[in-house]
T-cell receptor, first 112, second 114 residues
Framework: GESVGLHLPTLSVQEGDNSIINCAYSNSASDYFIWYKQESGKGPQFIIDIRSNMDKRQGQRVTVLLNKTVKHLSLQIAATQPGDSAVYFCAVTTGANSKLTFGKGITLSVRP | GAVVSQHPSRVICKSGTSVKIECRSLDFQATTMFWYRQFPKKSLMLMATSNEGSKATYEQGVEKDKFLINHASLTLSTLTVTSAHPEDSSFYIC??????????FGSGTQLSVL
């Protein structure tokens, strides 16, 4: 089966610095990957996704990198802001109709 | 992006009562919706997959008679927690698949059973 893990449970960064959140997955057949942000008491909010035929995708202040060789996914947040403080989850899926498997979540704290 | 509306956001009920949670896709049709449960400081655990016009598919260990799911239309799925007990207290979240393979989530329902 699929297992998804996040390397560290918490990450503290200085406001304005770049943040990097990492995720490892186990199923080499996984072909779609999503990063979500969850604020306290709210549902997960879509940040960015990437398909397995890509190794990098950029959004507004965020970049997702995919290394299929080592089954590793990362989320980079540029110029981290206090509003970025939240729990971040990676999620992976295999096949168009399959369910998402979520990682454990990492708490990002931004120091002023 | 696509909007998923979930109600209520918070509910407190007495032990033994039933609680219904609604999940609506507001600007798109969703043949498939998902129901998750989340404990404090934990990840999301998939409970069941809700399919429009057919029976829900439950994950292993989830009691289908306790967590009733109805997906009567392409924009509405409901989760009913029957005969709720304190151990059912949790944060319940629904999601719906939009265009492509993106999943969009509702805002969640915090259930507290006294």
């Amino acid at each position: 089966g699929e297992s998804v893990g996040l390397h560290l449970p918490t990450l503290s960064v200085q406001e304005g610095d770049n943040s990097i959140i990492n995720c490892a997955y186990s199923n080499s057949a996984s072909d779609y990957f999503i990063w979500y942000k969850q604020e306290s008491g709210k549902g997960p909010q879509f940040i960015i996704d990437i398909r397995s035929n890509m190794d990098k995708r950029q959004g507004q202040r965020v970049t997702v990198l995919l290394n299929k060789t080592v089954k590793h996914l990362s989320l980079q947040i540029a110029a981290t802001q206090p509003g970025d403080s939240a729990v971040y989850f990676c999620a992976v899926t295999t096949g168009a109709n399959s369910k998402l498997t979520f990682g454990k979540g990492i708490t990002l704290s931004v120091r002023p | 992006g696509a909007v998923v509306s979930q109600h209520p956001s918070r509910v407190i009920c007495k032990s033994g009562t039933s609680v219904k949670i609604e999940c609506r896709s507001l600007d798109f049709q969703a043949t498939t919706m998902f129901w998750y449960r989340q404990f404090p400081k934990k990840s999301l655990m998939l409970m069941a997959t809700s399919n429009e016009g057919s029976k829900a598919t439950y994950e292993q260990g989830v009691e289908k008679d306790k967590f009733l799911i109805n997906h009567a239309s392409l924009t509405l799925s409901t989760l009913t927690v029957t005969s709720a007990h304190p151990e059912d207290s949790s944060f319940y979240i629904c999601s719906a698949r939009g265009v492509g393979r993106k999943l969009f989530f509702g805002s969640g329902t915090q259930l507290s059973v006294l």
